[in-house]
T-cell receptor
Framework: NAGVMQNPRHLVRRRGQEARLRCSPM?????VYWYRQLPEEGLKFMVY????????ESGMPKERFSAEFPKEGPSILRIQQVVRGDSAAYFC????????????????FGPGTRLTVT | GNSVTQMEGPVTLSEEAFLTINCTYT??????LFWYVQYPGEGLQLLLK?????DKGSNKGFEATYRKETTSFHLEKGSVQVSDSAVYFC???????????FGTGTRLQVTL
């Protein structure tokens, strides 16, 4: 069973360009989460999606950032007009359920995409 | 809201030394608690978890006990190895907010 897959692993963009980060959840998982890790900091929640629905985007910046999880294909985190402050590692995680029962809940993380804005 | 506080690093230990990384939390409800490990250049791997008070999670020689009275989940290992050098993250999940809340991470460096 393949784990969570993210690509690209490394992405370099110039200021003003667009960045597209892709995440394929584990087989059988229908819940996807995106987190951002700034240098030397912990992970901060950005957005939680189920197929075709955004459930919680409370951690997402209001401008330039968007996320989707279409019926077919990977989840996409899109950053328009990137700035240097967007340089970070972006991690995707997936879970099989919504975690209504915390005792059985786990999120599985991908290897991350390291975005560098020059 | 929910929050996790970890001891600041870096923690530098000699091989075979005893490790403790402190973690305390604030949460509504009854959280599940996790330790994740991040090796250099990699993503997060679940190290261990505990889902209710007094539960002990353990894996690869690491242990942590869910202490509700002190709202703590300290990570311990009796004898660390160079290969344990990594960043360790404490996290919680309550189910009322569908996301993990992470501490800032503690970098562990183990030397020969």
């Amino acid at each position: 069973n393949a784990g969570v897959m993210q690509n690209p692993r490394h992405l370099v963009r110039r200021r003003g360009q667009e960045a597209r980060l892709r995440c394929s959840p584990m087989k059988g998982h229908s819940h996807v989460y995106w987190y951002r890790q700034l240098p030397e900091e912990g992970l901060k929640f950005m957005v939680y999606l189920q197929k075709e629905n955004i459930i919680d985007e409370s951690g997402m910046p209001k401008e330039r950032f968007s996320a989707e999880f279409p019926k077919e294909g990977p989840s996409i985190l899109r950053i328009q007009q990137v700035v240097r402050g967007d340089s970070a590692a972006y991690f995707c995680a997936s879970s099989p359920t919504s975690g209504r029962s915390p005792s059985s809940y786990e999120q599985y993380f991908g290897p991350g995409t390291r975005l560098t804005v020059t | 809201g929910n929050s996790v506080t970890q001891m600041e690093g870096p923690v530098t230990l000699s091989e075979e030394a005893f490790l403790t990384i402190n973690c305390t939390y604030t949460a509504t409800g009854y959280p599940s608690l996790f330790w994740y490990v991040q090796y250099p250049g990699e993503g997060l791997q679940l190290l261990l978890k505990a889902t209710k008070a007094d539960d002990k999670g353990s894996n690869k020689g690491f242990e942590a006990t869910y202490r509700k009275e002190t709202t703590s989940f300290h990570l311990e290992k009796g004898s660390v190895q160079v290969s344990d050098s990594a960043v360790y993250f404490c996290a919680l999940y309550t189910g009322t907010a569908s996301k993990l809340t992470f501490g800032t991470g503690t970098r562990l460096q183990v030397t020969l």
